[in-house]
C-alpha cells in the first residue's frame, strides 16, 4: 500500500504500477480500478477558476494508511495506493489517484467508494475553490454548497 | 511544557500564522490550549463549531492531555479528493 | 463513446484518454474511472495456464454502443469507452478496459459495475480457459464454475 | 433465400466450422434455421438450451423471420470481461 503527496502533476500510471505489479504469472487480481478526481470547471452553479490544495503532510500519509488499512478489512482487496496534489491545480488537472487491487471486480468498486468517502472526512487536506467572485475553504460554513451539502459526507468529486 | 501548534486553511488564515509554539502548564490538555489560542488570535475563536484538533498524527478530543514536545493541528472542515 | 476490439496488448491509456479529453479550462468531469479486467492466475480451485478469446466483433462493437447508450441513460455520466482484446492471454495481461467520465464519482462507480455487469450478458466474447489438466469455455455447463455460478450473472472478473 | 451461418467457441467446434451458407426456404424463421442446423451437425444439437441467436448485430427469437442475405450467428454463452 503506497501512498504520497505531490506538487507535481500526479503519475497516475505510478500509481497503477504501485497495486498491479506482479511477478510474470503469479497475479492474483481479476480487476484494478483507477479513480482520478479531476478539476471540474463548475462546483453547483460556481464558475471555478482553479483551486489550492494544501496538505498536513504527515497526518495525511498516517490517515490514508489507517484508513486504507480498514478499507482492506472491509473488502475483499489485494493492494491499494492514493497520490494527492497539492498546491494550485487548473481546471482538467488531477487532484488526486487512487488505484485498486482486487480479485473480482465488486471489492475493487467498494473498496474505492470506501476509500475515498473515508479520505473526505478524515485526511487532512483542504481546498480553497477560486471561482469567479471570491474564494471559498470547501466545507466550511462560508463555503455555500458546503452549507446545505457538507463535502464530509463524502459525495463531492473532488 | 512546550508546544507546536500548526495552523491549515482558514485557521492559518485567521491568524496569519503557520506554526507558533505555546507554553502550557505540565498536564494541559488540547482545550486547555484552545482556549490559550482563542484568546490570542480573536479570528480564530469563532471557527471553534468547525475546528477539530489532532495531537501527532491522530484526532484527538479536547480532553485528551497534552505533552512536552508534541505538536497539537486546527483541522479545518477538510476537502481532499 | 469509443468501443473497439484488438487481438494486440490494449492501449489504457488511449481508453483513457478517449474519454477525458477535454478543451484546456472546460472539464466538466470530477471523476475518471478506469476498469481493468486482468487474467488472473486462479478460476475458483483451477490454476490458469492462459486464456483464449473470441469475438463476434461486429455484433460486439454494437453491442458495446447499445448498452452504454442505455448505461448513459441511467446514470449521469459524460462519456465511456472500453477496449477488449481477443486472441491469447498470458496471466496478468488486461482483457478489457474500461473508461468512464463523469461529473461525480458516484455515477462513475455505478455506471461502470452496469457497464461490464451489462457486457458479460450481452456482448458475443467468448473465453475459453485453459487449466493444468483441461480447457473449458467459460459460462458453458462444462464450466465446473458455471454450472453454479453463471458467468452471465456479471459477478466474474475477467 | 439464402443465409450466412456463423459459429462461435463451442459451437465452432461442435460443427468444425466457422461459418456455413444456408439454403431455406422464404419465410423460414430462426427457429427453421437452427432445425436444419441440428440435423446436419450432430454435435451441436445438444448445445441448444445455452445457446442464443442473433440476426445481424442483433439478439433475435427463434419466432423472428430470416431475409435473403442475412447473416444468422449462434451465440453461445459470452464471458468477456
Avoid at chain 1, 503469479?26 to 471555478?48: E, Q
Avoid at chain 1, 481546471?91 to 473515508?118: C, K, N, Q, W, Y
Avoid at chain 2, 486547555?32 to 471553534?48: C, K, Y
Wanted: aromatic share 6%; charged share 25%.
Amino acid at each position: 500500500m503506497a501512498f504520497s503527496i505531490t506538487r507535481d502533476p500526479i503519475d497516475a500510471q505510478a500509481v497503477y504500477a504501485a497495486v498491479a505489479g506482479h511477478a510474470e504469472g503469479s497475479n492474483p487480481d481479476g480487476a484494478v480500478l483507477v479513480f482520478y478526481g479531476t478539476v471540474r470547471n463548475k462546483t453547483a452553479d460556481r464558475v471555478v477558476r482553479y483551486l489550492e490544495y494544501e496538505c498536513y503532510e504527515p497526518m495525511a500519509l498516517a490517515q490514508m494508511e489507517r484508513i486504507a488499512a480498514e478499507v482492506k478489512g472491509r473488502h475483499a482487496i489485494s493492494d491499494l495506493a492514493c497520490t494527492h496534489r497539492v498546491g494550485k491545480l487548473e481546471i482538467g488537472e488531477d487532484a488526486m489517484v487512487v488505484a485498486v487491487a482486487a480479485p473480482h471486480r465488486a471489492a475493487a468498486l467498494a473498496a474505492t467508494e470506501d476509500f475515498i468517502s473515508r479520505l473526505k472526512q478524515d485526511v487532512p487536506i483542504w481546498k480553497k475553490e477560486h471561482f469567479e467572485g471570491g474564494a471559498v475553504w470547501i466545507g466550511t460554513p462560508e463555503d455555500p454548497q458546503g452549507a446545505s451539502e457538507p463535502i464530509r459526507e463524502g459525495d463531492e468529486v473532488p | 511544557m512546550r508546544v507546536q501548534v500548526r495552523y491549515f486553511a482558514a485557521a492559518r488564515e485567521a491568524t496569519g500564522l503557520e506554526t507558533e509554539v505555546l507554553d502550557l502548564d505540565d498536564g494541559a490538555s488540547v482545550g486547555d490550549a484552545w482556549t490559550t489560542l482563542a484568546d490570542r488570535h480573536p479570528d480564530l475563536a469563532p471557527l471553534r463549531a468547525q475546528l477539530r484538533f489532532a495531537v501527532g498524527a491522530e484526532f484527538a478530543a479536547e480532553a485528551a492531555s497534552l505533552a512536552d514536545g508534541q505538536t497539537l493541528a486546527l483541522i479545518p472542515p477538510v476537502g481532499g479528493g
